[in-house]
Structure formats: structure tokens, C-alpha cells
């Protein structure tokens, strides 16, 4: 069965960073691209970005440039997705997401990992 | 960006009904539109990806259509299991943006 499942809750302080992990199973880790999504207060869905786990080429959303690093342990099957510069506006949940495509006609993200809850707070 | 609104925000419904929610892009976005359900504490479960494709183990009452920028989803007989709030997600151009989500409430 295809898994992704992700690390526990993590509390941080404002100015740190925190480094959450998804670790895949169940699938060719090296052929798929794995995306990051969060999930703010009021529930709305957040997209990241993603990181190319065969090659290690990332791609971050804006919002998230300077601050985001997306790596991955092809030999653990892991992605890791670090946040730094943490605020309160941070806390939330994070989760992994692998893509799905049809080149030129689609793509969609499954399955997703449970999710990683992160709190900043001094 | 691409901004993704949903109609309505929050629906009032009986085991039975037939609901549709509604995901309006703000330009076309081709085939790359995806449908999730997410239940509380736990995380988006695909339904349905290029606009109508049910994904596998999904039951048959979810549909999804639409196209250019007008896309839908559709219960047609809800059951117990199915109140849950819903997502579409564009994933033709960067940021993959998402809808602010529908609650599907039992009346």
C-alpha cells in the first residue's frame, strides 16, 4: 500500500526553525515529485511547493521563498521540509502530498501524509 | 495567482440529498482541477482529479464536471460518512492554488 507518514508534533520558539519529514513507502520514491501544503487557522489550504525526489529540484511558492528548503534522503525514502524564521502566524498543520500526472493533461495530488501539527510559540 | 471560489461556503443537507458545490477559477485551467474531502483531524482525501475522474475506491454517487473556468462536484445521494468539508485545487499554474472549502453540514 502506498503510505506517506510523516513526523510527530513539533513546539518551537518565534526565530527558530523546524524541519518536519514525510517518509514514503509503498512506491518508487526516485519516479515522483512530493508537494507541501499547510493548512491555516481558518482551514484554508496553503500550497508550498514541491521537490522532484529523483533529482532534488525543488520548486517553492513565493510566499514561502527565503524562508522554505525542501531536501530528500533517497535512501531513507524520506522528503524533509524546513521552515525557518518561525513566527505565530506558522502554527498550523503541515502535510505531504506525492503527485499524479498525465503529462499535457493533468495532475492531482495522492496520497497525502496525516499531517505534522506545528506550534510557535515563546 | 489563479483564485479558486467556492459556492456555497457552508451547506445544510439530510442523508439522501443530492448537492452540488461549485469551484469558479479566476482564468481557464484546462483539465487540472481536483476535488478533496477532508474530515476533522485528518487529511485531504483525493475524490476526483482532472475535472471528472473518479479516483479508485471512491464510491460512484461523487462526480466532478465542469470546464474553462466553471467546475463542479456532486453527491447525488449523500450518505452518513460523506458530511465533511470539501476542496478543489487548480494545479495548472504555479502557486496550486486552492478553494476556501465547502462544510457539508447534516440538517
Known amino acids: 500500500q502506498v503510505h506517506l507518514v510523516q513526523s510527530g508534533a513539533e513546539v518551537r520558539k518565534p526565530g527558530a526553525s523546524v524541519k518536519v519529514s514525510c517518509e514514503a513507502s509503498g512506491f518508487n520514491f526516485n519516479d515522483y515529485v512530493i508537494h507541501w501544503v499547510r493548512q491555516a487557522p481558518d482551514q484554508r489550504l496553503e500550497w508550498m511547493g514541491w521537490?522532484?525526489?529523483?533529482?532534488?529540484?525543488?520548486e517553492y511558492a513565493q510566499n514561502f521563498q527565503g524562508r522554505v528548503t525542501f531536501t530528500r534522503d533517497t535512501s531513507a525514502t524520506t522528503a524533509y521540509m524546513e521552515l525557518s524564521g518561525l513566527t505565530s502566524e506558522d502554527t498550523t498543520v503541515y502535510f505531504c502530498a506525492r503527485e499524479l500526472f498525465t503529462s499535457g493533461w493533468s495532475r492531482w495530488l495522492d496520497p497525502w501524509g496525516q499531517g505534522t501539527p506545528v506550534t510557535v510559540s515563546a | 495567482d489563479i483564485q479558486l471560489t467556492q459556492s456555497p461556503s457552508f451547506l445544510s443537507a439530510s442523508v439522501g440529498d443530492r448537492v452540488t458545490i461549485t469551484c469558479r477559477a479566476s482564468q481557464g485551467i484546462g483539465n487540472y482541477l481536483a476535488w478533496y474531502q477532508q474530515k476533522p483531524g485528518g487529511a485531504p482525501k483525493l475524490l476526483i482529479y482532472?475535472?471528472?475522474a473518479l479516483q479508485s475506491g471512491v464510491p460512484g454517487r461523487f462526480s466532478g464536471s465542469g470546464s474553462g473556468t466553471e467546475f463542479s462536484l456532486t453527491v447525488s445521494s449523500l450518505q452518513p460518512e460523506d458530511f465533511a468539508t470539501y476542496y478543489c485545487q487548480q494545479l495548472q499554474a504555479y502557486p496550486y492554488t486552492f478553494g476556501q472549502g465547502t462544510k457539508l453540514e447534516i440538517k
Open positions: 482532472a475535472t471528472a
Open positions: 521537490i522532484n525526489a529523483g533529482n532534488g529540484n525543488t
